[in-house]
């Protein structure tokens, strides 16, 4: 039964880091875009948020700095 509430956890992490990558891609062309920052600043209290640290042994500020590396390396090759 771990098992399925580990993966459920990950499934959730997935996807909010999903999203927080969509969030900054669309931002970087539309820094004014309101439902892109909304998702932006909600995710990354997620990902600070206590809740995340159960679901979790990830650091959230890491994951925060790792994806957004991540978004402006993939921008920057294009």
């Known amino acids: 039964m771990t098992d399925v509430y ?3 956890a990950n499934a959730i992490i997935m996807q909010a880091a999903t999203d927080y990558r969509d969030a ?3 931002l970087r062309y539309s820094p004014k875009d309101k439902d892109a920052l ?3 600043n ?3 209290r997620f990902f600070r948020s206590g ?3 159960i679901l979790t042994n990830l650091h959230g500020e ?3 700095s790792r994806i957004a ?3 402006r390396k993939a921008e920057a090759r294009l």
């Open 6 to 8: 580990e993966n459920l």
């Open 24 to 26: 900054l891609r669309i």
């Open 38 to 40: 909304s998702d932006k």
């Open 42 to 44: 909600s995710i990354e």
């Open 51 to 53: 809740w995340f640290g």
């Open 62 to 64: 890491i994951l925060i």
């Open 69 to 71: 590396q991540e978004v």
